[in-house]
């Protein structure tokens, strides 16, 4: 499904870039996205033979690339699917900190740290305030590791 996740965001973003900018080269989306050129060009070919593109010559080497009303309807199901996978990590990441949490709490705790950032980081720091966990930033307390989508425990020594 990871897989699956990123085909469908990569497509929804040039989708969103083309439908902002009908005139950006492939270099330009492979920028903005982070992605090599051929990688664009293939979700490219694959949104052009699916409907969902029109590419039209409007230079001898430069292609402009249209919308079509399939691929509007198209990016309005691959937005609607990416803010309902964005909430089901949510509550997911909210579920899996909660239980460590209690653990911290079992422990005697009434302190963390938390080792990261980004949004992982503040769903950690949002879910700590509702229960009641202080997070400081040193001392002889449990730290919730958070790298990337994966969040774990080290309760070090009490």
Do not use: F
């Amino acid at each position: 499904m990871e897989l699956d996740q990123t085909h469908e965001t990569r497509e929804l973003a040039l989708l969103e870039h083309i439908e902002n900018d009908p005139d950006i080269t492939q270099a330009n989306l492979a920028d903005k996205l982070g992605i090599a050129v051929g990688t664009v060009n293939w979700h490219l070919k694959r949104l052009i033979a699916k409907g969902y593109v029109k590419a039209q010559r409007a230079q001898r080497k430069k292609l402009l690339y249209i919308i079509t009303p399939e691929g509007l309807s198209l990016r309005a199901k691959l937005t609607v699917n990416y803010v309902e996978n964005q909430m089901k990590l949510y509550r997911q990441t909210r579920q899996k900190v909660k239980a460590l949490l209690n653990e911290v709490k079992k422990a005697g705790y009434s302190t963390v740290i938390i080792s990261g950032e980004g949004e992982i980081a503040e769903v950690c720091q949002l879910t700590c305030l509702e229960l009641g966990i202080t997070v400081v930033e040193d001392g002889m307390t449990p730290k919730l590791l958070v790298e990337g989508y994966d969040i774990k425990l080290d309760l070090g020594e009490k």
